[in-house]
């Protein structure tokens, strides 16, 4: 990749905006839409030359992309250089995605909320309406991560199906409007 076409540079910037509102730093969402796009592995000096940032900026945002696991570094044949590429298909990127926010964020709150209750079982100065909600958060909580826990094993093929149905999902369980 010699230079950024101005579609290239449009997806790549919007993914960056796109990653500040996920809570992640902007440099290491454009560095993964660009791993992304990419036909082919990049070293960290064509991800610096191509973003133009600083090379201090590729070298952390390419660990903590390596941290969630979609990118690694691959070597190229001739080229004594590092060299990374992003997780390509799609659904296991997401997969990915999902696996880690569910590990950083949906685990600990949920680890939180059970010590919550017991500890409100205990203690008459937390009132039944706090208990209730948090009994209901923490329900909420459970039953989708088991969801996605089972559906987190289905092959690609059978999730994009079950995706698909939308609608049709909803009729055949006897839900109305």
Same mark, same amino acid.
């Given at each position: 990749?010699?230079?950024?076409?101005?579609?290239?540079?449009?997806?790549?910037?919007?993914?960056?905006?796109?990653?500040?509102?996920?809570?992640? $730093?902007? +440099?290491?969402?454009?560095?993964? !839409?660009?791993?992304?796009?990419?036909?082919?592995?990049? $070293?960290?000096?064509?991800? +610096?030359?191509?973003?133009?940032? !600083? #090379?201090? $900026?590729?070298?952390?945002?390419?660990?903590?992309?390596?941290?969630?696991?979609?990118? #690694?570094?691959?070597?190229?044949?001739?080229?004594? #250089?590092?060299?990374?590429?992003?997780?390509?298909?799609?659904?296991?990127?997401?997969?990915?995605?999902?696996?880690?926010?569910? %590990?950083?964020?949906?685990?600990?709150?949920?680890?939180?909320?059970?010590?919550?209750?017991?500890?409100?079982? %205990?203690?008459?100065?937390?009132?039944?309406?706090?208990? !209730?909600?948090?009994?209901?958060? !923490? &329900?909420?909580?459970?039953?989708? +991560? &088991?969801?996605?826990?089972?559906?987190? %094993?289905?092959?690609?093929?059978?999730?994009?199906?079950?995706?698909?149905?939308?609608?049709? +999902?909803?009729?055949?369980?006897?839900? &109305?409007?």
């Amino acid at each position: 990749m010699d230079k950024l076409s101005p579609v290239e540079q449009k997806f790549i910037l919007h993914w960056g905006e796109m990653g500040t509102k996920w809570g992640i $730093n902007r +440099t290491v969402a454009q560095l993964h !839409a660009l791993l992304f796009i990419s036909p082919s592995p990049l $070293n960290a000096e064509d991800l +610096t030359r191509l973003l133009q940032v !600083a #090379r201090s $900026n590729v070298s952390t945002s390419l660990k903590e992309l390596q941290g969630w696991g979609i990118v #690694r570094m691959v070597h190229v044949l001739g080229d004594k #250089r590092d060299h990374f590429e992003s997780v390509k298909d799609v659904w296991e990127l997401f997969r990915i995605v999902l696996d880690e926010r569910k %590990k950083r964020e949906i685990d600990p709150t949920l680890s939180i909320l059970r010590e919550c209750i017991v500890e409100a079982e %205990k203690d008459e100065a937390t009132g039944e309406y706090a208990e !209730a909600r948090m009994r209901e958060l !923490a &329900g909420f909580f459970e039953i989708t +991560t &088991g969801w996605y826990e089972q559906i987190r %094993k289905w092959p690609t093929t059978a999730l994009t199906k079950f995706v698909k149905l939308g609608d049709k +999902t909803r009729k055949l369980l006897g839900i &109305g409007d």
